[in-house]
């Protein structure tokens, strides 16, 4: 089995026993991290794609197919383990960017969503031979919408699903807010009460109540669906005020897992210094744990992809740098590794251009 670890892609893997291939989307196409068997050197097998920057890469369950999302492009899609690929657009107007995927199962099929700059939001019920735009994403009040990054229109960041109701989905627009939608689509409502700049929604997967979101002004929390938020760490938390990536655990509901810069990228170009971090929490977010044990103790680059692998009985993490360093825990995060450096940027829009020195 492989899992993916790319800025918009995928973040939680389910397998019964490690998995021995990593596709990591890159600036200069997609890395396959190899290795024997557990226990085993990482390797770069191969690369494919080259001369692409990927933002973001899923692998659809039922036939393997991978669909890699690209900065400055659209669409492309593999059925033959990586070997051939071909342009799957046919639908996706007024797009110049591919942001983020997701996948749920609709009515026994895998229907998969894509995330785009400008902002809009797109599925396809066919391994994106045909994609339907949901034009409602863009019927809401849209004028605080941008960027504060060229070319100054907001996009959608992350697309996250209720573990119960397909039809109810969450929507991350940066910078723009929190849209919520339960009816697959059709129409979208604010969920107001938390800073503007939205970088994902978690939700819990046990109480599908209890929301978190980090963004650029720190990570709020809800526990009753949206209708109160608490602000539960502000930009000055020492776990880092640009908090990007975040993990629930999928059967530990207390189990939360960020990676974040101490400042956001606008401050980046003036030090060349990220000073990221990966914590823990085991209380739901209400303290946080700086993992350390072979990760830096600020890392000058930034964390821009992280993925967790349950496999029931333990669970690997795995993080990636706009430097093109790859970190793997075998064991939840105590003991970290560098499996791959010199890889291309990992990196969403231009992050990794703000720390080159």
């Not at 190899?34 to 990482?42: Q, S, Y």
């Not at 109701?165 to 129409?187: A, C, F, M, W, Y």
């Not at 599908?208 to 669906?225: K, L, M």
Request: proline residues 5%; glycine residues 10%.
């Amino acid at each position: 089995m492989a899992i993916t670890l790319s800025p918009g892609g995928e973040t939680t893997f389910k397998s019964s026993v490690p998995s021995n291939e990593v596709l990591v989307g890159t600036k200069d196409g997609i890395v396959r991290l190899k290795r024997d068997g557990p226990g085993a050197k990482w390797q770069s097998a191969e690369r494919w794609l080259a001369g692409k920057h990927v933002h973001a890469i899923l692998i659809e369950p039922k036939t393997g197919a991978i669909l890699a999302g690209l900065n400055q492009g659209s669409v492309l899609a593999s059925e033959d383990g990586g070997k051939t690929w071909t342009s799957r657009d046919k639908g996706l107007s007024d797009v110049t960017d591919i942001y983020c995927f997701a996948a749920n199962q609709v009515n026994g099929k895998t229907r998969i969503y894509v995330g785009t700059e400008p902002a809009h939001l797109f599925y396809s019920d066919d391994l994106g031979r045909n994609w339907i735009d949901l034009p409602a994403l863009r019927s809401v009040d849209m004028s605080k919408w941008n960027f504060p990054g060229p070319p100054f229109v907001a996009h959608v960041k992350h697309v996250a699903f209720h573990p119960k109701d397909p039809n109810t989905l969450l929507v991350s627009i940066e910078q723009g807010g929190l849209l919520k939608s339960t009816d697959g689509g059709r129409s979208f409502a604010y969920l107001r009460g938390m800073d503007d700049d939205v970088h994902r929604a978690v939700i819990d997967p046990v109480n599908p109540e209890r929301i978190y979101v980090p963004g650029g002004n720190g990570t709020y929390v809800t526990q009753d669906g949206g209708k109160n938020w608490e602000h539960r760490m502000t930009i000055q938390h020492e776990t880092g005020g640009y908090p990007d990536f975040m993990i629930a655990h999928p059967r530990n509901r207390d189990l939360v897992f960020i990676a974040a810069a101490e400042q956001e990228p606008g401050q980046w170009m003036k030090t060349k210094f990220a000073r990221s971090r990966i914590s823990k929490s085991a209380d739901g977010g209400r303290t946080w744990t700086i993992l350390k044990n072979g990760l830096p103790e600020r890392l000058r680059s930034a964390f821009e992809a992280m993925t967790l692998e349950d496999r029931g009985d333990s669970f690997a993490l795995y993080a990636a740098t706009t430097s093109g360093e790859v970190f793997a825990s075998e064991d939840g995060g105590e003991h970290w590794t560098e499996i791959a450096s010199g890889l291309p940027a990992v990196s969403k829009g231009s992050h990794d251009f703000l720390l080159q020195q």
